[in-house]
């Protein structure tokens, strides 16, 4: 009789699902679903807040649409998701499993993303320094925290457990009344010592940190517990791996050998590579510095260049036109208008507008925002436009991460994965065309559900 592993990844806009039979290690049935839980911001201070019960709905429905008479012989269950972000809960009450076959939130703030923008650079300069090679950024759930201590710190009083939002759904499932988190996601909340796997207690203590709100950090890779209750058919008991990083999922999924780079671009994007073994990241934060050093399995390491800048660049032009058309009285659904945009792009082979897009900041260089150069009456069409705005998407990222760079590391050939490459045919051909001295391939099912699910196959 076929077993499987449910692979699931919370990701910024999306919930995947997955059904990965544990002796092939193929999928056999997946699901995904858009989220549509971000919250409008209407206070002026840049935050980016989703509907944490809007996004638990939706992970429900994605398991409802998965083959029941799999999902009865699940024998693992695996989560990664969305990184840096911070949800907040009530130990014991962050959940209602009144309906006995799923759960749903209960007792939650909202999630605080890693798009939030509240701690701006005045707000960071003022916190300690942190015992990490890893920089701190705005988004990072440590720095939101600090902002919650000095802003409003009574919002913090009506919580007891912290965690990102796969942390608490992995929490849920197995009844923990505290956090437990890999080192994945502890070190994208900043104030964590990757080389010790140790938070930086005295210096946040000295602060006047929460430290009860820190979570307790155990081995990626590692089982955290079983589920407390049957869940959509999945019998209690079952065992739950600790929550991993999208990122380190999504380049587990896809990458075959250490001459692999994997290039990712989804909401935001990445290029990344493994470091070779026995690598050790610098001992305090290269603020400076493009590519930063994320923590992998086994005390590994990735280089990450990172940018804040992907797909959701192409969603913002979408919706800024989409938003023209309206005022003028016009108006076309989005999925028609990206169709077209892409069309006209592909007749135009390339275009000597330059787009700098960069609209959101790096954190390497946050005030380094978006611009349009080399503007001339022949380059105002949309199919210009959008050649030159998905060139500079790939631009800006080769420029943190060179091709020349991955060379000169032995690297041979990029993988390309993520859902905004998936669907952008013009996309792939500026990777290709950045790439031209190495070998570009595009990954089956190269994503953080399969990844996730792959880890738990192979390491327990």
């Known amino acids: 009789m076929s077993t499987y592993i449910l692979g699931i990844d919370l990701g910024t806009t999306s919930i995947k699902t997955v059904l990965l039979e544990f002796s092939s290690r193929t999928v056999v049935a997946s699901y995904s679903m858009q989220t549509s839980s971000d919250?409008?911001?209407?206070?002026?201070?840049?935050?980016?807040?989703?509907?944490?019960?809007?996004?638990?709905?939706?992970?429900?429905?994605?398991?409802?649409?998965?083959?029941?008479?799999?999902?009865?012989?699940?024998?693992?269950?695996?989560?990664?998701?969305?990184?840096?972000?911070?949800?907040?809960?009530?130990?014991?009450?962050?959940?209602?499993?009144?309906s006995r076959n799923f759960f749903i939130a209960k007792e939650t703030s909202q999630l605080i993303t890693w798009q939030d923008g509240r701690s701006d650079d005045d707000f960071l300069s003022t916190l300690p320094k942190p015992d990490s090679h890893l920089s701190l950024a705005t988004g990072f759930g440590c720095v939101t925290i600090f902002w919650f201590l000095k802003y409003r710190p009574k919002f913090l009083e009506g919580f007891t457990v912290a965690g990102t939002i796969q942390d608490y759904v992995v929490s849920m499932l197995c009844g923990l009344e505290r956090c437990v988190m890999t080192p994945?996601?502890?070190?994208?909340?900043?104030?964590?010592?990757?080389?010790?796997?140790?938070?930086n207690v005295e210096i946040l203590e000295a602060a006047g940190f929460p430290i009860h709100l820190l979570p307790q950090c155990i081995p990626s890779g590692m089982l955290v517990g079983r589920t407390c209750m049957d869940w959509h058919g999945i019998g209690a008991g079952t065992p739950v791996g600790a929550a991993l990083g999208d990122l380190q999922c999504s380049v587990y999924s896809c990458m075959r050998t250490s001459t692999d780079a994997v290039l990712n671009i989804s909401t935001s994007a990445q290029l990344t590579h493994a470091m070779p073994v026995g690598f050790t990241p610098p001992s305090s934060p290269q603020s400076d510095s493009p590519i930063s050093y994320f923590p992998y399995f086994e005390s590994s390491y990735l280089a990450v260049a990172a940018s804040l800048n992907g797909g959701n660049i192409l969603a913002t032009f979408v919706d800024t036109l989409m938003k023209w058309m309206s005022e003028l009285g016009s108006e076309l659904p989005e999925s028609s208008i990206y169709e077209k945009l892409i069309g006209r792009a592909l007749t135009q082979n390339a275009s000597d507008l330059n787009v700098l897009p960069t609209i959101l900041g790096e954190r390497h260089s946050p005030l380094s925002l978006g611009q349009v150069t080399n503007i001339s009456p022949s380059n105002l069409s949309l199919g210009h436009v959008t050649r030159a705005l998905c060139h500079g998407i790939i631009s800006n990222l080769t420029s943190m991460m060179p091709a020349a760079y991955l060379q000169k590391a032995g690297l041979t050939t990029v993988v390309g994965s993520g859902t905004a490459l998936a669907r952008n045919q013009v996309l792939r051909q500026e990777v290709e065309r950045a790439f031209s001295q190495m070998s570009v391939v595009y990954g089956q099912n190269a994503d953080s559900a399969v990844g996730v699910a792959m880890v738990l196959c192979d390491r327990l």
Not at 55 to 80: F, W
């Open 39 to 98: 919250i409008e911001d209407n206070s002026g201070t840049k935050t980016r807040e989703q509907d944490t019960g809007r996004i638990i709905d939706t992970l429900n429905q994605c398991i409802q649409k998965l083959p029941a008479n799999k999902l009865k012989h699940v024998t693992r269950i695996g989560l990664s998701g969305q990184m840096h972000g911070v949800l907040f809960w009530k130990a014991q009450s962050g959940c209602d499993w009144s």
């Open 184 to 199: 994945q996601n502890a070190g994208s909340w900043g104030y964590f010592n990757t080389s010790t796997s140790q938070w």
